[in-house]
T-cell receptor, first 115, second 114 residues
Framework: EAGVTQSPTHLIKTRGQQATLRCSPI?????VYWYQQALGLGLQFLLW???????NRGNFPPRFSGRQFPNYSSELNVNALELEDSALYLC??????????????FGDGTRLSIL | QQPVQSPQAVILREGEDAVINCSSS?????VHWYRQKHGEAPVFLMI?????EQKGHEKISASFNEKKQQSSLYLTASQLSYSGTYFC???????????????FGQGTILTVHP
């Protein structure tokens, strides 16, 4: 069974540009989560999508946005990139849960570097 | 609010045991444990639910003390492959702003030497 796949592996941008990160969940999973992991830090919750809808978002500015497609894959868009956006962006998927009682399975992440 | 993990780092020899603690200032609904090796994705270990416990991994167990708002991860007879950073992640509310959201601790770095 294929795991969560993310693309690209690495992405280099300059300040002010826009970045698009992609995620394909495990087959059968309808929930997709996005996390930011800055160097040496823990994971910060960004967004949760389920059944094509944004269900919750973390404490990030509106320039972090995304969407989920009918096949449950997802995109994370970051506009007006800033230096502090440099981080590993992790996507996770799970079966549908309203109560966080299902494990989340992570992809290998996209390393975003802002020059 | 971020759960607090302790210790921040631990060094073991193969075969030794370790305990990693995770404390929250809020009532816990669920606690998830993950291990992340350098340059790799976090790997799910187990999930513990309020009112119950669910093991997800052999030789690694965990407890969940709802009253103390704590969880502990027990690694017995450690192996070299146990090395990595261990994260607890909590959901403190079954609804509201915590809906579906996991809040991760800062991590505990575990190093196992031969």
């Amino acid at each position: 069974e294929a795991g969560v796949t993310q693309s690209p592996t690495h992405l280099i941008k300059t300040r002010g540009q826009q970045a698009t990160l992609r995620c394909s969940p495990i087959s059968g999973h309808t929930s997709v989560y996005w996390y930011q992991q800055a160097l040496g830090l823990g994971l910060q919750f960004l967004l949760w999508y389920d059944e094509g809808e944004e269900r919750n978002r973390g404490n990030f500015p509106p320039r972090f946005s995304g969407r989920q497609f009918p096949n449950y894959s997802s995109e994370l868009n970051v506009n007006a990139l800033e230096l502090e956006d440099s981080a590993l962006y992790l996507c996770a998927s799970s079966v549908r849960t309203a109560l966080s009682n299902q494990p989340q399975h992570f992809g290998d992440g996209t390393r975003l570097s802002i020059l | 609010q971020q759960p607090v993990q302790s210790p921040q780092a631990v060094i073991l020899r193969e075969g030794e045991d370790a305990v990693i603690n995770c404390s929250s200032s809020k009532a816990l609904y669920s606690v998830h444990w993950y291990r992340q090796k350098h340059g790799e994705a976090p790997v799910f270990l187990m999930i513990l639910l309020k009112g119950g416990e669910q093991k997800g991994h052999e030789k690694i167990s965990a407890s969940f003390n709802e009253k103390k708002q704590q969880s502990s991860l027990y690694l017995t007879a450690s192996q070299l492959s146990y090395s990595g950073t261990y994260f607890c992640a909590i959901n403190s509310n079954a609804g509201g702003t915590s809906y579906g959201k996991l809040t991760f601790g800062q991590g505990t770095i575990l190093t196992v030497h031969p």
